[in-house]
């Protein structure tokens, strides 16, 4: 089969929470069941298989429970699932992301993520403020007995101020912005009519801005003196840039994504997830399963190490071990397919009914596509047949499909 030639053989879902593990062994790659063993080492777990010995190196404070692994009952032909019971001392945390690491009072460099361009240097912020959530409008009927107050109303940042998002910051622009941004009325994110996530009466045409040098999306022009920066375009470092090294794009996003929903849901108790354009299009809807997971997983030839997420995980040594990774697990499900339109009217009519959920207004179309793209293109490859999906309209309104995310 196609599929079983790309699966990767060995792959290996850890719970720091939970203190278990899943392991789970493609069956056309071992001839006797009985061989597979697994031993905890130095600071990592050991796979030994006819053909050679195989060795995932876990976090810090997390170990095997030596005697806990138990072969679960055939859950098909193709797989063997072996589960595991970890101690762990220490939790893997993730990283912040840079919504959460911008503070007052420090010098910051925004660079264009596509090409290292220094877009804003040396800026130094008087306050850094949250914004509301991306859907507080939609929300002001439930507060307000009266007309809202906040019609026609815009939240701006002042001079010297940075204004928080879900997804993007505000900013305001200064002479430095003339050689480094350009400006142009986007078309393809006209909206067409009213949309209470959006916030934008119909007609609305953004003003996209591009970098100068590469022509990449990094925003909005809010007004002519505010900018809106996308988190997933721009890189924010507390140096020139000059010294940094370039992180590949589809890394960059993955994180960025991971962090958000993991910050997001810890703060407002939120796992459900709509990933839109600036325009208010649904693309993808997301249900966040966990952020406690530590992943691994061999190729066939069990010599690419961990190519589970991104490939600047990968760890190649003659021992054919890879090291375990922090990933933030989710369930998803697409919105632009016609098939999926009465799986999303469920899905945002169970928050009409209940609450709201936040809005990923990550930027125009490009960088939401991608996100499409990472998330399927993780799990054919490396997630087992029995944890790609979830079929139950109770809770989805469709099917809805399992992938990792790297942290």
């Known amino acids: 089969m196609e599929v079983m030639e790309k699966q990767h053989f060995i792959f290996l879902e850890l719970r720091q929470r939970l203190q278990s593990g899943l392991l789970v062994i493609r069956s056309d790659a071992v001839e006797d069941r009985a061989e597979i063993n697994v031993s905890s080492g130095d600071s990592a777990l050991k796979i030994r298989a006819p053909d050679g010995e195989y060795q995932v190196k876990l976090t810090p404070g997390v170990s095997l ?30 990283s912040d992301s840079v919504i959460e ?28 403020l949250p914004l509301p959530n991306g859907n507080w409008n939609a929300l002001v009927d439930d507060w307000c007995c009266h007309p809202d107050p ?14 928080l998002g879900d997804t993007y910051f505000l900013l305001t622009q200064d002479s430095s912005c003339d050689q480094s941004l350009a400006q142009e009325v986007d078309l393809s994110n006209v909206n067409p009519g009213s949309n209470q996530h959006s916030g934008k009466p119909p007609g609305h045409r953004n003003v996209g801005v591009f970098c100068k040098k590469c022509s990449a ?42 962090s958000r929903l993991f910050e997001l849901s810890s703060a407002q108790s939120i796992f459900r997830f709509s990933i839109q354009t600036p325009g208010g299009k649904a693309m993808i809807m997301i249900w966040l399963l966990n952020t406690d997971t530590l992943i691994a997983s061999f190729s066939e030839k069990a010599r690419s ?72 293109g993780a799990a054919p490859q490396v997630i087992p047949v029995t944890q790609r999906c979830l079929s139950d309209p109770k809770r989805t309104g469709g099917c809805a499909r ?5 942290i």
């Open 65 to 94: 429970v030596e005697g806990s692994c138990q072969k679960s009952a055939e859950v098909n032909d193709d797989e063997l699932h072996i589960r595991l019971r970890l101690k762990v001392d220490q939790y893997s945390e993730a």
């Open 101 to 128: 690491r911008l503070r007052a009072q420090e010098k910051y460099c925004f660079l264009c993520q596509s090409c290292g361009a220094m877009l804003l240097k040396d800026r130094v912020f008087r306050r850094v």
């Open 150 to 163: 906040f019609a026609n109303k815009k939240l701006l940042p002042q001079e010297e101020d940075c204004l």
């Open 217 to 258: 999306v990094l925003g909005e022009a809010v007004t002519t003196e505010v900018v809106k920066f996308y988190i997933t375009q721009v890189v924010v470092t507390q140096s020139d840039g000059q010294s940094m090294i370039a992180q590949p794009r589809q890394e960059f996003l993955e994180r960025a994504l991971a």
């Open 305 to 376: 190490s961990d190519s589970l997420i991104s490939s600047s995980d990968r760890h190649l040594d003659e021992h054919q071990s890879c090291q375990a990774v922090c990933a933030s697990k989710v369930l998803y499900l697409p919105c632009t397919h016609s098939k999926y339109q009465d799986a999303y009217r469920t899905w945002t009519q169970v928050f009409q009914d209940h609450t709201q959920t936040p809005t990923l207004l990550l930027t125009p179309t490009a960088p939401t596509q991608k996100y499409s793209l990472i998330l399927s």
């Open 402 to 406: 399992g992938t990792p995310l790297s």
